[in-house]
């Protein structure tokens, strides 16, 4: 007979007179890997309140462990033995893996710590799991993928029932997702739960026994294994995705941008081209040289071999501390944290690039009176809002991708675009890079996943170990089904 270790029964919650899950029913037994394939965003927060820490609820009953640990005429219990593993460290990153893992855990009462003691069990769970990790070295020293791992680690040492892994595969490289999905399986194999979310049905089909597809705070289908096939996904997921414009091919092939045996600390012989109008996805496979390559083209680093030439000549290192000026602009990954002045308005944060070209003139009734004509058919009347941060997270990508649009570089660097977006705002990043395009700006997409890049993109380059291993043109993608929506399961 199966363990149940989480079931919710008709489960609504209400936030500010809006409903934010509405009636859910679901339950994960012991030993098997539940997906959540979220449409977008909406009460995923509030689901997870609920199961972790039995915050009050409008409506239903909540059971962990078989029992009735939450309910809507009775507050909630305490915590359930539950850990969510997000994009965002849960580590102190100034102590060592040992402490997180043992000393800052829940439930850990010793006064004296015996290091030597908490080092010889941190070994014993490694070496069980074929992992080098050292239980002395410091959080803040590790790699991403390796602070996940110590998260895991210390929730099964935790005790942990119930593990959730919350949209963290965009963090990894495909090798790192696959590792990291092997060891969610061995834990599972000895009496943990997983609940997967995900908003990539890739994903969640490769890993999960069964996968429940939720939008707006509601589950609209759960599909066992045996149906999992990109059909059934169809009216809930890649419809939407039609009203994309496939890519044009290439009228002229003319070398922007290349790389001639560029060798950096990671970077080994790095040779490739761009050509002038194209969209290319530089793939970094092992995730390690994708900031290395956006440090050398903002002049943040020096070549140790090779040359970059862009247009018709050398691009060197006291060209590259002026990108701007040169013609190239980025959108960093997780912009709206990063790009975004806040203190400014609308008009101000459209045009600022400008400055590079037209610091004199911007402010002149007529530039603004002519940028704001030309720009108001896309922008609406956010373009007058003075309180930027009153806008939605869709206005501000607006805001961000039509100030290159207006700056209208020679190429624009995207790093990881998808990365933070659930699938509706993948789709609308995806139209504001297609209007990119269409004014003829070169974009190079910089990514670790290829998430759905590849309907946009006229070419792949994957780059492995600090070198290319493999290029390849549209009509090729199909290949690449199994990681990433391609133009032949739309279009």
Same mark, same amino acid.
């Given at each position: 007979?199966?363990?149940?270790?989480? &079931?919710?029964?008709?489960?609504?919650?209400?936030?500010?007179?809006?409903?934010?899950?509405?009636?859910?029913?679901?339950?994960?037994?012991? =030993?098997?890997?539940?997906?959540?394939?979220?449409?977008?965003?909406?009460?995923?927060?509030?689901?997870?309140?609920?199961?972790?820490?039995?915050?009050?609820?409008?409506?239903?009953?909540?059971?962990? !462990?078989?029992?009735?640990?939450?309910?809507?005429?009775?507050?909630?219990?305490?915590?359930?033995?539950?850990?969510?593993?997000?994009?965002?460290?849960?580590?102190?990153?100034?102590?060592?893996?040992?402490?997180?893992?043992?000393?800052?855990?829940?439930?850990?009462?010793?006064?004296?710590?015996?290091?030597?003691?908490?080092?010889?069990?941190?070994?014993?769970?490694?070496?069980?799991?074929?992992?080098?990790?050292?239980?002395?070295?410091?959080?803040?020293?590790?790699?991403?993928?390796?602070?996940?791992?110590?998260?895991?680690?210390?929730?099964?040492?935790?005790?942990?029932?119930?593990?959730?892994?919350?949209?963290?595969?965009?963090?990894?490289?495909?090798?790192?997702?696959?590792?990291?999905?092997?060891?969610?399986?061995?834990?599972?194999?000895?009496?943990?739960?997983?609940?997967?979310?995900?908003?990539?049905?890739?994903?969640?089909?490769?890993?999960? !026994? &069964?996968?429940?597809?939720?939008?707006?705070?509601?589950?609209?289908? $759960?599909?066992?294994?045996?149906?999992?096939?990109?059909?059934?996904?169809?009216?809930?997921?890649?419809?939407?995705?039609?009203?994309?414009? &496939?890519? =044009?091919?290439?009228?002229?092939?003319?070398?922007?941008?290349?790389?001639?045996?560029?060798?950096?600390?990671?970077?080994?012989?790095?040779?490739?081209?761009?050509?002038?109008? +194209?969209?290319?996805?530089?793939?970094?496979?092992?995730?390690?040289?994708?900031?290395?390559?956006?440090?050398?083209?903002?002049?943040?680093?020096?070549?140790?071999?090779?040359?970059?030439?862009?247009?018709?000549?050398?691009?060197?290192?006291?060209?590259?501390?002026?990108?701007?000026?040169?013609?190239?602009?980025?959108? !960093?990954?997780?912009?709206?944290?990063?790009? $975004?002045?806040?203190?400014?308005?609308?008009? +101000?944060?459209?045009?600022?690039?400008?400055?590079?070209?037209?610091?004199?003139?911007?402010?002149?009734?007529?530039?603004?009176?002519?940028?704001?004509?030309?720009?108001?058919? &896309?922008?609406?009347?956010?373009?007058?809002?003075?309180?930027?941060?009153?806008?939605?997270?869709?206005?501000?990508?607006?805001?961000?991708?039509?100030?290159?649009?207006?700056?209208?570089?020679?190429?624009?660097?995207?790093?990881?675009?998808?990365?933070?977006?659930?699938?509706?705002?993948?789709?609308?990043?995806?139209?504001?890079?297609?209007?990119?395009?269409?004014?003829?700006?070169?974009?190079?997409?910089?990514?670790?996943?290829?998430?759905?890049?590849?309907?946009?993109?006229?070419?792949?380059?994957?780059?492995?170990?600090?070198?290319?291993?493999?290029?390849?043109?549209?009509?090729?993608?199909?290949?690449?089904?199994?990681?990433?929506?391609?133009?032949?399961?739309?279009?």
């Amino acid at each position: 007979m199966k363990e149940e270790i989480l &079931r919710f029964d008709h489960v609504t919650c209400v936030h500010r007179e809006r409903t934010v899950l509405k009636d859910i029913n679901l339950h994960i037994f012991k =030993g098997e890997i539940v997906g959540l394939l979220s449409i977008n965003y909406q009460g995923i927060k509030e689901l997870l309140d609920v199961l972790s820490d039995n915050v009050p609820i409008h409506y239903g009953y909540v059971y962990f !462990d078989e029992q009735l640990v939450n309910c809507y005429y009775r507050e909630g219990s305490s915590r359930n033995k539950v850990s969510v593993i997000k994009k965002q460290s849960s580590l102190a990153e100034d102590l060592t893996v040992c402490d997180n893992i043992f000393a800052l855990r829940r439930g850990f009462k010793k006064y004296v710590i015996n290091s030597g003691m908490l080092k010889k069990q941190f070994r014993h769970f490694v070496d069980e799991l074929g992992i080098d990790l050292q239980g002395d070295e410091l959080v803040k020293d590790l790699s991403v993928f390796d602070r996940k791992l110590v998260e895991l680690i210390k929730a099964v040492i935790a005790g942990t029932r119930l593990i959730v892994i919350d949209n963290i595969s965009d963090l990894f490289s495909k090798a790192e997702t696959s590792r990291f999905q092997e060891l969610l399986h061995y834990y599972v194999n000895k009496g943990c739960a997983v609940l997967y979310i995900s908003n990539h049905h890739e994903e969640v089909f490769q890993i999960c !026994d &069964r996968v429940m597809i939720m939008e707006n705070g509601q589950i609209l289908q $759960v599909l066992e294994r045996q149906s999992f096939i990109r059909e059934n996904i169809e009216p809930f997921y890649l419809s939407k995705w039609q009203n994309l414009e &496939r890519p =044009g091919d290439l009228r002229e092939k003319n070398v922007l941008l290349e790389f001639d045996g560029v060798t950096c600390e990671r970077i080994k012989n790095l040779s490739f081209s761009v050509y002038r109008g +194209e969209c290319v996805i530089l793939q970094d496979t092992d995730n390690i040289v994708t900031e290395e390559i956006v440090d050398i083209l903002r002049g943040k680093k020096s070549l140790v071999g090779g040359h970059i030439c862009l247009g018709y000549g050398e691009y060197s290192e006291k060209r590259r501390k002026n990108y701007l000026r040169e013609g190239i602009a980025f959108i !960093d990954k997780n912009p709206i944290e990063s790009m $975004v002045y806040k203190e400014q308005s609308y008009y +101000e944060n459209l045009s600022c690039l400008l400055k590079e070209r037209k610091s004199d003139l911007l402010n002149g009734r007529k530039i603004k009176k002519s940028i704001i004509k030309e720009y108001i058919s &896309r922008t609406g009347e956010d373009i007058y809002t003075k309180n930027i941060m009153e806008l939605s997270e869709a206005s501000l990508y607006n805001m961000l991708y039509y100030r290159v649009h207006l700056f209208h570089p020679q190429v624009v660097i995207l790093i990881q675009p998808l990365s933070e977006a659930d699938m509706y705002g993948r789709l609308h990043i995806l139209h504001l890079i297609k209007e990119l395009t269409k004014k003829h700006i070169t974009i190079i997409i910089l990514t670790v996943n290829l998430s759905d890049t590849l309907i946009v993109a006229n070419r792949l380059i994957t780059i492995k170990k600090g070198r290319v291993s493999g290029e390849y043109k549209s009509d090729e993608f199909q290949k690449f089904e199994q990681d990433a929506i391609t133009p032949e399961n739309i279009w």
